[in-house]
């Protein structure tokens, strides 16, 4: 299931999922569905298998792969976004390059981080005979990594590394900073 948070200060909606294979390659490499088609959030909303394709071919602007939908923290980019028969599936790269990237990389290796969670406005929309609505049109701003995704039936798998403690030092730093952004 997914659910819905309201508006950010943008004005974007988002919806969080968490994404059955999502995983970090040694590299940064990432992969997995950032929205499923016809699954029902929290409050009655369903996005609509199509509803994305209009704002995926829209040229001009590139959809933003965020930590936590922070637009001041870009951390990779989406090299990949495309809708399939189960949603919108999607591929990228964590910029390992800079911290927030190489931190981000080594939490979803970890297993610490497992979420996707779409920013987006809606289009259109049709009224859910239950109270929510039926996501028809959405025009898609950025894919988030997140680390409470709603969606309990659906869980990521870690990636691989080379050796049982590849990455323990990298994940110790991250959870350090994420430890001293919290206090």
């Known amino acids: 299931m997914m659910i819905e948070t309201p508006a950010l200060a943008s004005g974007l909606e988002t919806k969080f999922v968490s994404v ?20 029902a959030d929290q409050s009655g909303d369903v996005v609509a298998p199509g509803a994305f394709a209009a704002s995926l071919l829209r040229a001009g602007r590139r959809v933003k792969l965020l930590w936590q939908h922070d ?23 964590l910029l390992t390059e800079i911290r ?39 025009d898609l701003w950025e894919v ?12 990521a798998a870690k990636a691989e590394g080379g050796g049982e403690n590849d990455g323990d030092a990298a994940l110790a730093a991250a959870i350090e900073a994420a430890r001293r952004a919290l206090a």
């Not at 059955?20 to 699954?39: H, Q, T």
């Not at 923290?73 to 599936?89: M, S």
């Not at 190489?102 to 239950?130: F, M, W």
């Open 71 to 93: 637009p001041a923290q870009p951390i990779g980019v989406w090299d990949e976004i495309a809708e399939d028969a189960r949603g919108l599936r999607v591929k990228g790269r």
């Open 20 to 39: 059955d294979g999502l995983a970090a390659a040694e590299d940064g490499r990432i992969e997995g569905y950032a929205s499923l088609f016809d699954v």
């Open 144 to 155: 988030s990594l997140v680390t409470f995704p709603m969606l309990p039936e659906a869980r």
């Open 100 to 138: 927030a990237g190489a931190e981000a990389a080594a939490l979803v290796r970890a297993g610490a981080i497992d979420g996707l969670s779409i920013g987006y406005r809606t289009v259109r929309a049709a009224k859910a005979a239950d109270g929510g609505r039926r996501l028809l049109e959405v």
